[in-house]
């Protein structure tokens, strides 16, 4: 029997996963991507001896990562070297911080200092979303999404309501915390799931779980050794990768795909993985006639957001400095809203840095720290020119100033800003969107588009766009799930 081949088009965390497993079934396995290294969106770039991730900078549920490097009879430890960060991360407010610590009993500490009695009602809360993240983790995210049926299972019934599905997380967080500092605490880990707290199901409180029980890690050498990880197993196993090599288009005949063709030449497979954006796949590679969904459809998709992002490289170091902080220190709901009901550029956004050089000192020279510095803001805005993003920069700078109490602006000796125009540019990312579709109820499971063609039975999709959704743990599933149903049609 011929061996069957499988091309897996971008080499993103999903494209990689789905690789992997695929050369692990025992196919022929080529990696077709247009940019010249691995890792899609968790690009690295160094300058001036300063390295930043460009994409994904926390590294959380590490049971996911745990699993996927089992499956291949490796550890973790094999590729990378992990460290539990501690504070997690550090909130600004308006007046203080407030550090997330490692420590669970330190955390309910700090919760109580803030609202007395929430301490007990953390417990309460997390003892909810741990079952939710048992049940969502274990079996919800590991299916292909493409019936109904798939869910029909007796536990999953029985638990839909204690999975509160149905229900907002913002309405769930209330439930148990009346402090505003306290519900924004709660809320942060879902604001880049795409939707307002308000429109996210409170299913996603097991973010909560992973947050806080599952604790923040850095892996040594940055989000990138993972890529790099990943990369050298999917090697072992025996993957071609074939770089700067982007897919112009998809040929169809008779129902199925027959060649993939780049600018080098045309390659044949058994099947065709797609880990490109899922839009640019269906709307710029395949003949119209063989697209699932419809201009239409596209248009109606809820997007996360996208960001504008500054890797910047300071010649001095940031006083008491902690890895991840988030910036609080202006009201949300205009800057949500600005992102997600009426999209524009925000007027006074809260944004996210990550210093990275506070525990990786190879990230930066000597007295020097490497900073990165995010702002979400609504996919699909134009005008993201060099000026509104220096104004951004100044604008959130000045803040960093005002909190640190010490001046950083005159301290920049290298900076690069990437933003809308530059996801569509780099990964055909459709409205320049940077985290995919938003994990809104009418976009979950059987609700996203399919990781299965409907019109060409021999092509699959993995990556944020497609089932279980947006996130590095969600993409590795991602590449496992599509694996086994090109393994199980094939068979």
Known sequence: ??????????????????????????????????????????????????????????????????????QFGKKVSDYYTLKRLDPSYRVFWNEGVTDMPADFNQLKATFEAIEPGSGAQLEKYLDGAAYKYSVGMNRLVYKPGLSVTEFLDKETILGVFRLQVFSSIKKHIARYFKHTKL????????????????????????????????????????????????????????????FNEAVTSLEVNGGALKTVHTAKGGYTATAVVSGADYHFTETKLLPEGSRTYSDAYWKKRVMAPSCLLFYVGLNKK??????????????????????????????????????????DAAAAPEGCENLVLLIPVAAGLDGDSEELRDRYFQMIMKRMEAHTGQSLLDAVIVKKTYSVSDFTADYNSFRGNAYGLANTL?????????CRSRKVKNLFYTGQLTVPGPGVPPSLISGEVVAKEVIHSFQ
């Open 1 to 70: 029997m011929q061996q069957p081949s499988v091309i897996v088009i971008g080499s993103g965390f999903a494209g990689l996963s789905a690789a992997s497993f695929l050369a692990k079934a025992g196919w022929k396995v080529t990696v077709m991507e247009k940019n010249a290294t691995p890792g899609g969106r968790a690009a690295q770039y160094k300058e001036q001896g300063f390295t930043f991730d460009m994409g994904p900078s926390f590294y959380w549920m590490p049971d996911v990562f745990d699993r996927y490097f089992a």
């Open 183 to 242: 519900r924004q605490l709660m809320e942060f880990p879902v604001l880049f799931l795409g939707a307002l707290p308000e429109d996210t199901p409170a299913l996603y409180s097991l973010m909560n779980y992973a947050d806080i029980k599952g604790g923040t890690w850095y892996p040594d050498g940055g989000m990138y050794a993972v890529v790099e990880g990943m990369y050298k197993l999917a090697l072992e196993l025996g993957v071609e990768f074939r």
């Open 442 to 450: 009418m976009q979950t499971a059987i609700f996203r588009p399919a």
């Open 318 to 359: 940031i006083k008491q400095a902690v890895h991840h902080s988030l910036f609080f220190d202006v009201p949300f709901d205009r800057h949500g809203k600005e992102i997600y009901s009426d999209p524009q550029w925000p007027h006074e956004p809260l944004f996210y840095a990550s210093v990275s050089s506070v525990t």
